[in-house]
């Protein structure tokens, strides 16, 4: 069993950034794929980054080249840092784990473990 607990969301301005956090407890962290999420009002829930028990790394398209995860095994939290947020960025943001450890998977259901999430808004 793998609890999740994210945090670091708030409102931020266009074109500023936010550092999410997601701390792990439970299970052996290190051999989970490890993924942010997203959901705005409205639309579906969207995977926003991943990063494998290996430190592979994949990304939507719409925060390619701006958010960037990172993982520390030892202290059990995978980060997401945000940068040149835009208003379309606000959502609610969701930590999640796959015990296949080394896969990439845009498919919520190889998610086995989520977080409550927490709100990030981005205003103009």
């Known amino acids: 069993q793998v609890q999740l607990v994210e945090s670091g969301g708030g409102l931020a301005q266009a074109g500023g950034s936010l550092t999410l956090s997601c701390a792990a407890s439970?299970?052996?962290?290190?051999?989970?794929?490890m993924a942010w999420w997203r959901q705005a009002p409205g639309k579906p829930r969207e995977r926003v980054a991943q990063?494998?028990?290996?430190?592979?790394?994949s990304y939507a398209n719409s925060v390619k080249d701006r958010f960037t995860v990172t993982r520390d095994n030892a202290n059990n939290t995978v980060f997401l840092q945000m940068n040149s947020l835009k208003p379309e960025d606000t959502a609610v943001y969701y930590c999640?784990?796959?015990?296949?450890?080394?896969?990439?998977?845009?498919?919520?259901?190889?998610?086995?473990?989520w977080g409550q999430g927490t709100q990030v808004t981005v205003s103009s």
């Open positions: 999640a784990a796959d015990r296949a450890g080394d896969r990439i998977t845009i498919a919520t259901k190889h998610y086995d473990y």
């Open positions: 990063i494998t028990w290996s430190g592979g790394t």
């Open positions: 439970g299970s052996i962290f290190s051999i989970h794929a």
